[in-house]
């Protein structure tokens, strides 16, 4: 049986639509269906089309915009008028065809029958599925009162920057990466900004006490004030927020709540089927989806933020990687390998068993501070290492496991850090002992 369809939906790039694939279509010639409309779902239908796939391939998504960038959400977004156009990706010519279908939510799949469901109940049959969908923001549980805010979303950054007044009094809940960026953001623009986190230093599990405690100190220098150590016990205000209550008996008052404590993995729609969804989606190192029994489908892939899968330039262990270059990574590779194993011409075996070692890399902005980081430095055995510059300036901080490198963290460095990201490369390819 051939893999190729025969049909092809068409519309402009990021146009959307409501049009929905007749349920008795058969599957031999149903949509590739990407679920999600982000950087992982964009980067996968470029590649299927670079692949050589021109049958009809169509992105379903939640959110009401095209796939834009989330980085200056925290950034640049919160502290200019700027709105989609100026966030946007760019469309290109190869997607010019694939069907966009935003304000869609898919709220089930059935992976027999191989449909998906959309939340205003059609079906949408599928001759293969990836899973596109990323994350959303971790709550508190508290009562929910106005002057609430998460920075995932742009719809969530636009309604955040209109209360980032100067003199507003903004209470940080969490001191990861969106933590940080927003409170130097909000800093900047003139509030007061508290950050409440557990633990012991900012950024710690991702970049450990060294880095953590001089990026503290950064930020203090700039007038952010930090309640570590601490947890909340309770919110103030009956209608709109007006303050926590820690732990500690502690009382910080303020007129805005950001809560950066994590993430929760976008996987609902997948419950009750055969898929592993233990943090994420399981995938192999093809990105093929894996269910509970170990098996890989050749038909669904995961992708991006959400994708839990094996990179050997570490070791054998899967893992999410939620960092910008990931879903572009992963959307290449799926873009490949489907591609391939819907051209049935015989390289999709060859293809699965390729080695996917892709880099993490992130890069955050806080204050004058660019922090760059190749690796994956939470790897560390507690063995950290400054391997240029002095903590105080522009520094490069190595991350040893066993004596080798794992992960590299620069503070004011970019170029200098990339003979370290050559090392961990090397060392994954077994070119070091
Ligand atoms: C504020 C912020 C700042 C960041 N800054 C940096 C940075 O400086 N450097 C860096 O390396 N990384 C950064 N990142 C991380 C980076 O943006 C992510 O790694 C990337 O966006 C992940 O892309 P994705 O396509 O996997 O998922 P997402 O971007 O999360 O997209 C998933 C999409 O799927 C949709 N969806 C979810 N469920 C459904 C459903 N059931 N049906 C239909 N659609 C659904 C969602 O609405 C969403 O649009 C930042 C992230 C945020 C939020």
Not at 24 to 31: C, M, N, Q, Y
Not at 157 to 167: H, I, K, N, S
Not at 187 to 195: D, H, N, Q, S
Request: net charge negative; charged share 20%; proline share 5%.
């Amino acid at each position: 049986m051939s893999n190729q369809p025969s049909t092809s939906a068409r519309c402009r790039p990021f146009e959307s639509s409501s049009s929905a694939v007749p349920d008795a279509v058969p599957v031999t010639i149903a949509p590739v269906i990407i679920v999600g409309a982000s950087l992982g779902a964009l980067r996968t239908a470029e590649a299927l089309r670079r692949a050589g796939y021109a049958g009809p391939l169509t992105v379903i998504g939640e959110e009401p915009h095209a796939p834009y960038n989330r980085p200056p959400l925290s950034k640049e977004v919160l502290s200019t008028g700027v709105s989609h156009s100026a966030v946007a990706f760019p469309a290109r010519a190869a997607t010019a065809d694939v069907e966009w279908m935003l304000s869609a939510r898919v709220v089930s799949a059935d992976l027999e029958a191989r449909t998906v469901t959309a939340d205003d109940g059609r079906k949408h049959p599928w001759r293969a599925l990836v899973i596109a969908t990323g994350l959303r923001s971790r709550r508190l549980d508290l009562p929910l009162i106005a002057g609430r805010h998460t920075v995932r979303t742009l719809d969530d950054a636009m309604a955040l920057r209109d209360e980032l007044v100067p003199g507003a009094s903004v209470v940080m809940v969490g001191a990861g990466f969106i933590g940080c960026e927003v409170a130097a953001t909000a800093r900047k623009l003139g509030c007061e900004v508290t950050i409440v986190a557990p633990g012991a230093e900012p950024l710690i599990r991702p970049l450990g006490a060294l880095v953590g405690a001089e990026l503290r100190r950064r930020h203090e220098q700039h007038g952010v004030s930090f309640a570590l150590g601490r947890t909340v016990a309770a919110i103030l205000g009956e209608v709109a927020f007006e303050g926590l209550q820690l732990d500690t008996g502690e009382v910080i008052a303020g007129d805005v709540l950001v809560e950066a404590i994590g993430s929760v993995c976008n996987t609902d729609w997948l419950d009750g089927t055969s898929l592993d969804l233990t943090d994420g989606v399981l995938a192999d190192s093809a990105l093929r989806a894996v269910s509970t029994d170990g098996t890989a489908h050749d038909d669904i892939y995961v992708v991006g933020d959400i994708a839990r899968f094996p990179n050997r330039m570490f070791d054998d262990v899967a893992r999410r990687i939620e960092h910008w270059n990931i879903p572009t990574d992963t959307g290449k590779r799926v873009g490949a390998v489907l591609g391939a194993w819907l051209a049935d011409d015989g390289s999709f075996a060859e293809l699965v068993t390729r080695e996917f070692t892709p880099m993490p890399a992130f890069w955050s902005n806080q204050f004058e501070v660019g922090v760059q980081a190749y690796g994956l430095p939470a790897l560390t055995d507690g063995d950290i290492r400054i391997l240029q510059g002095e903590l105080s300036g522009a520094v490069a901080v190595g991350y040893y496991r066993a004596d080798r490198l794992v992960g590299v963290v620069g503070l004011g460095l970019k170029a200098e850090l990339l003979p370290y990201r050559q090392q961990i490369t090397a060392l994954a390819s077994g070119k070091l002992t």
